[in-house]
């Protein structure tokens, strides 16, 4: 249940009382709420059919659906039912069905997950109270949400954990890059390019989700070219290491690229770009007649709004940076001006003598959105004539949208790229900013006979950036057959659990790819934290 960050659990209603009470208590300390259904919802009769539908296959071939899996496809078709999946025809086919290893994690339990603090708890404010606020420095979202899922997920493998080790080590090393990538290069990419796939994929997508992506792949060549310089600094001084990032990252990026080369021609031949400056998503007139019509009295009403909007700026004595022209989902083009301005604009001669009619639309964070009569009517002119726009390309912007959701892979792929770009770089940048910089460990092999667990200078993460807060270092040696048990003794207050969690966290950032916060360790692979 911590592994998947289980949200809600499905329950047959028949279960005996005993089981449930256990089952409850286990969800209960798992924070996951529980919801009671029917066993016969659980009822595997018609679930190959089901399935077939779903995942849009005429044959199953799938692990989960194995003959010694029946409690698996039990369980999947009573979600299949909760949920009511069958009765949404339009998702058929969408679906997706795999069987998640959880032998190949290291198991954390509710109780380990609180004592070492991997969440925050809710209410609290300070970031770095917690591995995740702490870790969660990405600048992409789907790194974000990268982070809390290896946090839940810790490695069992050695060459896994020495390959992330080797990356962040180079994102360590080349300051330059790292900061070049964290600050200018992956804030610009925009998009949630996690969204924008399932928006493709559930076949949701709208004209502006196809533009969204285009300005996603135009900012990639950008962060190619940072990590292509990256390679040619570090080739003679650290050729591993420049190959490894080129073999992670940087030619599976110019192969995602070349893929995206029609989308790009598609977006660029079809849709207006000049009008999606102006938050605007429609196609180019040059597809029909009336399309050309419609587009033609759009730029007259839109010259004449902004001929307006330039004399509002001359009579109150305004730059249009402060008076600025915008266009709202709702009251399509209007006025906005901060908070501070809107007061200024009240005591202007021709506001106070009602030459200039002003009506405040609505208040937000960013400002004040208001329109005088003239643009009030130019608005809802625009707006009219953007309503035929849309009634005429529907039918065009549907085959657009239907085209560009076939790069459904190309979009996992770069998905999957820049999230594990993004962490491996945050995890490089908590290292290296730390109070004091972290080492990287040292996983002791597993068939190597003296298994340990010895950390020198071992320090919490968390504590450490504490205010006011002289953190004293620790060691911890913990060696089989010669003290895989210690007992540790203090006065209340002493410090003994930050020392036992300090360890346990310590060990948690190895196996997530991280370096750690000691002086050095060498840590045997653990399969668990309870």
């Known amino acids: 249940l911590c ?138 979202k789907v790194g974000g949400r990268l982070v809390r899922k290896w946090l839940k997920q810790p490695l069992l493998s050695k060459n896994d954990l020495e390959q992330r080790y080797d990356l962040v080590d180079a994102f360590t090393k080349g300051f330059e890059t790292r900061s070049l990538l964290r600050d200018e290069v992956l804030p610009k990419l925009g998009s949630d390019i996690d969204k924008l796939g399932r928006a493709f ?50 030619t599976p990026l110019e192969e995602v690229y070349t893929n995206f080369t029609n989308l790009v021609r598609l977006v660029q031949q079809a849709v207006d770009l000049d009008a999606a400056q102006h938050h605007e998503y429609k196609l180019q007139s040059h597809f029909s007649d009336n399309l050309a019509d419609i587009a033609e009295k759009q730029d007259d009403v839109r010259a004449r709004i902004d001929t307006h909007h330039r004399k509002l700026c001359r009579d109150l004595s305004m730059d249009s940076d402060k ?10 083009y209007c006025l906005r001006v901060t908070r501070k301005d809107e007061k200024d604009l009240r005591e202007k001669a021709p506001v106070k003598a009602k030459k200039i009619k002003l009506s405040q639309l609505l208040t937000r964070k960013d400002g004040v959105l208001f329109h005088d009569t003239n643009l009030a009517s130019y608005a809802e002119e625009y707006q009219q004539l953007a309503k035929q ?50 080492v990287r460990p040292t996983l002791v092999p597993p068939e190597e006979g003296r298994q340990r667990i010895v950390l020198k200078g071992c320090r919490h993460p968390c504590v450490e950036r504490m205010d006011a807060v002289g953190y004293i270092k620790n060691d911890v040696e913990l060696v089989r057959g010669e003290s895989a048990l210690q007992v540790v003794t203090g006065p209340n207050m002493g410090g003994k659990s930050t020392y036992i969690r300090s360890a346990g966290v310590t060990v948690l950032l190895a196996q997530i790819g991280c370096f750690v916060p000691c002086d050095s360790a060498e840590i045997s692979l653990v399969d668990c934290i309870l």
């Not at 003679?236 to 073999?247: F, G, I, M, N, W």
């Not at 949208?401 to 996992?412: D, K, L, N, Q, Y």
Request: a negative charge.
């Open 323 to 332: 008076l600025r022209l915008e266009i709202d989902a709702k009251y399509g």
């Open 389 to 438: 726009f849309n009634d005429e390309q529907r039918g065009l912007v549907a085959k657009v949208v239907e085209t560009a959701a076939t790069f459904g892979p190309v979009i996992s792929n770069c998905h999957a790229l820049v999230a594990e770009l993004d962490t491996l770089l945050a995890f490089a940048h908590v290292s290296s900013s730390a109070p004091e910089p972290y």
């Open 201 to 250: 994929a559930a076949k949701k997508a709208t004209l502006k989700d196809v533009t969204s992506l285009y300005y996603f792949v135009l900012a990639v060549p950008k962060l190619l070219h940072t990590l292509k310089a990256h390679a040619e600094q570090h080739e003679d001084d650290d050729p591993d290491a420049a190959e490894l990032v080129k073999s992670k990252f940087t």
């Open 3 to 140: 592994q998947q960050g289980a949200r809600e659990c499905l329950l047959p209603a028949e279960l005996a009382d005993a089981d449930a009470a256990r089952l409850r208590d286990v969800l209960e300390l798992c924070e996951v709420p529980s919801t009671v259904a029917k066993k016969s919802a659980f009822v595997a009769k018609d679930a190959d059919d089901d399935l077939r539908r779903l995942l849009g296959v005429r044959e199953l071939h799938n692990r989960a659906l194995g003959s010694t899996s029946q409690l698996a496809v039990s369980a999947t078709c009573g979600l299949i039912k909760y949920l009511d999946l069958m009765a949404s025809k339009e998702t058929h086919g969408l679906w997706t069905l795999d069987w998640v290893d959880a032998a190949q994690f290291m198991r954390l339990d509710a109780g380990a997950m609180r004592a070492l603090s991997v969440e925050p708890i809710p209410g609290e404010s300070d970031r770095n109270s917690s591995l995740l606020g702490l870790l969660s420095v990405c600048k992409t």
